[in-house]
């Protein structure tokens, strides 16, 4: 997941992207933006050497049209939800797959451990996903990935960001 919100960087923009609350709605840890980079607070877990870094340039924020269906899983979620709160955005298809949780490892002897998920994921403004992402516009089906330009959803998506 880290990798991917760090490939996101010039899109998404320094900042909070998201993060962890528990069960109780306590924040635990916050996703940061930070110069090409993904941090747990203010701990890096991604290494975008300065050299792929681009260079930042000041402008209204590129529209972005996420897609979404029961495929979009876990990591994507977490894409998907980092998007959340960001201006000229909007999220189309189907409720995703509803693995919204972080994951804690147990270990149970030398031999054996144990994960399971303790916290959600919640987005930059602070709305927490206990089960799945919700899209702006709904588009049920009408999937076509053999041919693009004929899938409904990418058709809504063009058409969308054709607006901006």
């Known amino acids: 997941m880290y990798e991917m919100l760090a490939g996101l960087g010039l899109l998404l923009g320094d900042g909070k992207v998201g993060g962890f609350v528990d069960q109780h709605r ?5 996703w940061i933006l930070k110069e090409g ?3 747990l607070d203010s701990a890096q877990v991604s290494n975008i050497p300065n050299n792929v870094q681009l260079k930042k340039v000041k402008r209204k924020p590129l529209p972005i049209a996420v897609l979404l269906s029961g495929q979009t899983a876990s990591s994507g979620e977490v894409v998907a939800i980092s998007t959340a709160g960001r201006q ?5 298809g189907e409720n995703s797959a509803g693995y919204t949780t972080s994951n804690k490892g147990f270990e ?6 144990l994960n399971l998920a303790v916290d959600f994921d ?3 403004t602070g709305r927490i996903y206990r089960d799945y992402i919700t899209p702006e516009i709904i588009v049920t089906g009408g999937d076509n990935f053999k041919n693009l330009e004929k899938d409904e959803k ?5 058409n ?3 607006k901006k």
């Open 37 to 39: 980079n993904i941090y």
């Open 154 to 158: 990418v058709k809504a998506a063009l």
């Open 108 to 113: 149970i002897n030398s031999q054996a451990g």
């Open 88 to 92: 000229n955005t909007i999220r189309i």
């Open 160 to 162: 969308w960001l054709k």
């Open 26 to 30: 306590k924040p635990e840890e916050s």
């Open 122 to 124: 919640a987005d930059r």
